[in-house]
C-alpha cells in the first residue's frame, strides 16, 4: 500500500474521466472475449453491471452471458452505497440518477457467484483499481470475496490504454482484481 490522500485520488478520478469522456466517445467495442477465459467455462452465477455515459460497454456481454444460461446478477444500491445483487434477464429496470438499476428481490447465497465483472476508472498492473469514489465495489468484493471464500474471480474491464504501469493510489480497505480487460487484452495478475 502506497501513502494516499483522498485528495490524490480524487484529482486522479477527475483527470481519468476527463481522458475517458475525450478519447472514448466512440462506441462500439466489446469485451465478448473475457467469455473464452477458462473460469466463464463453468460458471454459472455472474455479476455484471448496466453501463451508462463512457463506460465500457456491456450490452453484449451481458446479453451473450443471458443466451449461455448463466444468471446474471445486476447491483443496485443501498441508501448505505453498499450493494446489493438482483437477478436480471434483460427485464425491468429502474433508474438511480443515471445508473439503470434491476428490479426485483435481493439474491441472497452469495457462495453461489463465480464471476464478478467490475466497472473501473482505471487499473494498475498489480490489480488495484480506480472507481468512482463511493466505495461500492470495494465493500462489496470484500463481502463476496468472504462468501465465495476468496474463489471469486474478479475482472474490471476498461478501455484500451486503462490499464497503467504505473500503481494506482490505493488503501487498505481497497480490494485488488484477479484480472483486467481492455476491448483488446486479458491481462491477469499475481
Known amino acids: 500500500m502506497n501513502h494516499v490522500t483522498?485528495?490524490?485520488?480524487?484529482?486522479?478520478?477527475?483527470?481519468?474521466?476527463a481522458a475517458r469522456r475525450d478519447r472514448y466517445a466512440i462506441k462500439g467495442k466489446?469485451?465478448?472475449?473475457?467469455?473464452e477465459c477458462e473460469e466463464f467455462e463453468s460458471?454459472?452465477?455472474?455479476?455484471?453491471?448496466?453501463?451508462?455515459?463512457?463506460?465500457?460497454?456491456?450490452?453484449?456481454?451481458?446479453?451473450?452471458?443471458?443466451?449461455?444460461?448463466?444468471?446474471?446478477?445486476?447491483?443496485?444500491?443501498?441508501?448505505?452505497?453498499?450493494?446489493?445483487?438482483?437477478?436480471?434477464s434483460n427485464s425491468e429496470v429502474a433508474?438511480?440518477?443515471?445508473?439503470?438499476?434491476?428490479?426485483?428481490?435481493?439474491?441472497?447465497?452469495l457462495s453461489k457467484i463465480d464471476i464478478c465483472i467490475v466497472p473501473a476508472l482505471h487499473i494498475d498492473g498489480e490489480g488495484n483499481r480506480l472507481g468512482k469514489g463511493r466505495g461500492c465495489y470495494d465493500r462489496a468484493l470484500a463481502t463476496l470475496e468472504r462468501a465465495t471464500s476468496a474463489s471469486i474471480f474478479t475482472v474490471g474491464i476498461v478501455h484500451d490504454g486503462e490499464i497503467t504501469a504505473p500503481i494506482l493510489p490505493h488503501e487498505a480497505h481497497d480490494h485488488k482484481l484477479k484480472a483486467a480487460a481492455t476491448p483488446t487484452s486479458l491481462v491477469r495478475f499475481g
Open 6 to 17: 483522498p485528495e490524490a485520488k480524487a484529482e486522479l478520478r477527475k483527470e481519468f474521466t
Open 95 to 109: 433508474t438511480n440518477g443515471r445508473i439503470s438499476e434491476p428490479v426485483g428481490d435481493a439474491f441472497v447465497d
Open 30 to 35: 466489446s469485451w465478448l472475449h473475457i467469455l
Open 43 to 88: 460458471a454459472k452465477v455472474v455479476t455484471s453491471y448496466i453501463s451508462y455515459g463512457h463506460e465500457p460497454e456491456t450490452d453484449d456481454l451481458n446479453q451473450e452471458l443471458l443466451q449461455r444460461g448463466i444468471t446474471v446478477l445486476m447491483p443496485r444500491m443501498l441508501p448505505d452505497f453498499d450493494l446489493e445483487w438482483v437477478p436480471w
